[in-house]
């Protein structure tokens, strides 16, 4: 790859195929976003955020009674026709100081730095290692406008240009992506499939030799797009490889209340800081060793997926204290802040009871049990995803697709065809040099799931031959170029509508 190409910046091709379904009127499995709101306490909390304006009256407001709003902003004749539009300007116009549509503090409302520090207390308490020292809402923690952000700054703090970061494959787009556009160097290590074991392995040889050459390492743990949930061993290894090559380890942990039964444990791990089960003393690591690690440990995270609002754009991030500044000022001239009223929604969303999170896990797994088996009735293979809610399959043992040269083609044929879109698998390797694999989402409600399935039965009317007669194939970045004005605002107009959904 030339030093050119190396640093050459592309649109999402995820985002791309989300566009694509709905000028095709395709079910969307491709883009990894739900189709259902964020819990009610949050969109509640915003709502009398921007309305009330202070954080005292936006309790007020959310503590009122109905009746008495009525009896005091609407006219007692007009009170049986009102719009909750018209209700809403109401107590809009109430007036007064406003400080939640304002400019706050760049790197996160404290009150929410406080929510997040509690946040990590409940869940990674005592020696699975989030202790105040390391969440200290003043001094580790910095809220983002999402992990896309978050890992931006990041990588902007601890590296320059001409530095190297290792990156897993297969990976999120973002990561190879954010290295170009901060003229970083990529080492790539790959997660191959194991059909015998049912397994997603890694080299460590291989991650071990490359970790000299790099600066950080970027670890998605629950992984996107295979599922896997990396064990206590792997763990150990990885932060052993760090801890010797003093190269930092950030850790994407978007999906950490989404691993089912199955899978390598039961709770998300903390691997920079656990001393209950990866930085122990059984495992050869002392205690120079453990703050060593927890010096090299930066930690992503958002509202995004575990609360069904990654439209919301609020993330942070975790860093130990001597990184923490330079995060901050990055931040500071990248985006200034996430969003005010955001924030004090984000608050009640951390708050969730226990029940709400157990959900999460319960809900996808559904999901997952559902789209797999139907997959596989149809001829796709994979290793069973035990967290997150993607699935990456081979498709070549499906009779439609084997003709495919390219995961491109067989996703271009399934969403002009069927009417499912998908994302190409070798997306998620460099140079996409695996050609494999096509990306399935399980985020979507059950009858989306199930109106998708229904849809993909029409691949049995195909063989490979027949399937190759009416393919035409497809060009991505053409598809840039062709894109009209009118079509953005089509796009625009229908991206929340029917149609996105497939139920047009």
Same mark, same amino acid.
């Given at each position: 790859?030339?030093?050119? %190409?190396?640093?050459?910046?592309?649109?999402?091709?995820?985002?791309?195929?989300?566009?694509?379904?709905?000028?095709?009127?395709?079910?969307?499995?491709?883009?990894?976003?739900?189709?259902?709101?964020?819990?009610?306490?949050?969109?509640?909390?915003?709502?009398?955020?921007?309305?009330?304006?202070?954080?005292?009256?936006?309790?007020?407001?959310?503590?009122?009674?109905?009746?008495?709003?009525?009896?005091?902003?609407?006219?007692?004749?007009?009170?049986?026709?009102?719009?909750?539009?018209?209700?809403?300007?109401?107590?809009?116009?109430?007036?007064?100081?406003?400080?939640?549509?304002?400019?706050?503090?760049?790197?996160?409302?404290?009150?929410?730095?406080?929510?997040?520090?509690?946040?990590?207390?409940?869940?990674?308490?005592?020696?699975?290692?989030?202790?105040?020292?390391?969440? %200290?809402?003043?001094?580790? @923690?910095?809220?983002?406008?999402?992990?896309?952000?978050?890992?931006?700054?990041?990588?902007?703090?601890?590296?320059?240009?001409?530095?190297?970061?290792?990156?897993?494959?297969?990976?999120?787009?973002?990561?190879?992506?954010?290295?170009?556009?901060?003229?970083?160097?990529?080492?790539?290590?790959?997660?191959?499939?194991? @059909?015998?074991?049912?397994?997603?392995?890694?080299?460590?040889?291989?991650?071990?030799?490359?970790?000299?050459?790099?600066?950080?390492?970027?670890?998605?743990?629950?992984?996107?797009?295979?599922?896997?949930?990396?064990?206590?061993?792997?763990?150990?290894? @990885?932060?052993?490889?760090?801890?010797?090559?003093?190269?930092?380890?950030?850790?994407?942990?978007?999906?950490?209340?989404?691993?089912?039964?199955?899978?390598?444990?039961?709770?998300?791990?903390?691997?920079?800081?656990?001393?209950?089960?990866?930085?122990?003393?059984?495992?050869?690591?002392?205690?120079?060793?453990?703050?060593?690690?927890?010096?090299?440990?930066?930690?992503?995270?958002?509202?995004?997926?575990?609360?069904?609002?990654?439209?919301?754009?609020?993330?942070?991030?975790?860093?130990?204290?001597?990184?923490?500044?330079?995060?901050?000022?990055?931040?500071?001239?990248?985006?200034?802040?996430?969003?005010?009223?955001?924030?004090?929604?984000?608050?009640?969303?951390?708050?969730?009871?226990?029940?709400?999170?157990?959900?999460?896990?319960?809900?996808?797994?559904?999901?997952?049990?559902?789209?797999?088996?139907?997959?596989?009735?149809?001829?796709?293979?994979?290793?069973?995803?035990?967290?997150?809610?993607?699935?990456?399959?081979?498709?070549?043992?499906?009779?439609?697709?084997?003709?495919?040269?390219?995961?491109?083609?067989?996703?271009?044929?399934?969403?002009?065809?069927?009417?499912?879109?998908?994302?190409?698998?070798?997306?998620?390797?460099?140079?996409?040099?695996?050609?494999?694999?096509?990306?399935?989402?399980?985020?979507?409600?059950?009858?989306?799931?199930?109106?998708?399935?229904?849809?993909?039965?029409?691949?049995?009317?195909?063989?490979?031959?027949?399937?190759?007669?009416?393919?035409?194939?497809?060009?991505?970045?053409?598809? %840039?170029?062709?894109?009209?004005?009118?079509?953005?605002?089509?796009? %625009?107009?229908?991206?929340?509508?029917? @149609?996105?959904?497939?139920?047009?």
């Amino acid at each position: 790859m030339s030093g050119t %190409d190396e640093f050459e910046v592309r649109e999402s091709v995820i985002r791309k195929m989300t566009r694509l379904a709905i000028e095709y009127k395709a079910i969307n499995l491709s883009q990894g976003f739900p189709n259902e709101g964020p819990p009610t306490e949050g969109v509640c909390e915003l709502i009398c955020g921007l309305l009330g304006g202070t954080d005292e009256k936006h309790q007020e407001l959310r503590d009122k009674k109905v009746s008495e709003l009525m009896d005091a902003l609407i006219d007692s004749s007009r009170k049986q026709d009102t719009t909750l539009s018209e209700f809403l300007s109401a107590i809009n116009k109430m007036g007064g100081v406003d400080y939640i549509s304002q400019y706050s503090m760049p790197f996160g409302r404290p009150a929410l730095r406080e929510k997040i520090a509690s946040y990590y207390e409940r869940f990674y308490s005592g020696q699975k290692g989030a202790t105040r020292q390391r969440v %200290d809402p003043d001094r580790t @923690i910095t809220v983002t406008l999402g992990a896309t952000e978050s890992l931006a700054i990041v990588l902007r703090t601890i590296c320059k240009p001409g530095d190297s970061v290792l990156i897993m494959e297969p990976f999120h787009e973002l990561y190879p992506s954010q290295a170009a556009v901060l003229y970083l160097h990529k080492e790539f290590t790959e997660l191959k499939e194991n @059909i015998t074991t049912n397994k997603w392995e890694l080299d460590y040889d291989d991650v071990k030799a490359k970790a000299d050459k790099c600066k950080a390492m970027i670890l998605c743990d629950p992984h996107n797009p295979t599922g896997k949930v990396f064990d206590v061993g792997e763990l150990q290894r @990885i932060c052993r490889i760090c801890i010797e090559h003093d190269m930092y380890l950030i850790t994407d942990d978007i999906y950490e209340h989404m691993i089912y039964p199955g899978a390598a444990h039961d709770k998300h791990i903390l691997p920079g800081w656990d001393t209950e089960s990866i930085l122990t003393a059984d495992a050869g690591f002392g205690e120079d060793d453990v703050e060593k690690m927890a010096n090299l440990y930066i930690i992503m995270n958002s509202l995004s997926k575990t609360w069904s609002a990654t439209g919301w754009r609020c993330g942070w991030v975790i860093s130990p204290q001597h990184l923490t500044h330079m995060i901050r000022a990055v931040h500071d001239q990248m985006v200034l802040q996430a969003a005010t009223p955001i924030q004090v929604g984000a608050q009640a969303l951390l708050d969730m009871p226990p029940n709400y999170f157990l959900g999460v896990a319960s809900k996808y797994q559904e999901r997952r049990n559902f789209l797999v088996s139907e997959l596989e009735k149809l001829g796709f293979q994979c290793t069973w995803p035990n967290s997150a809610y993607y699935v990456f399959m081979r498709y070549r043992n499906v009779p439609a697709l084997k003709g495919f040269d390219t995961p491109l083609d067989a996703a271009t044929f399934i969403l002009k065809e069927i009417g499912v879109a998908t994302v190409p698998g070798d997306n998620f390797y460099h140079n996409g040099h695996n050609t494999d694999y096509i990306r399935f989402c399980f985020c979507r409600q059950l009858p989306d799931l199930k109106a998708a399935i229904e849809r993909l039965q029409k691949l049995n009317e195909y063989d490979a031959g027949s399937a190759l007669e009416t393919f035409s194939a497809f060009d991505l970045v053409a598809y %840039d170029h062709s894109f009209s004005p009118f079509s953005n605002f089509f796009v %625009d107009a229908v991206f929340e509508g029917l @149609i996105y959904y497939g139920r047009a």
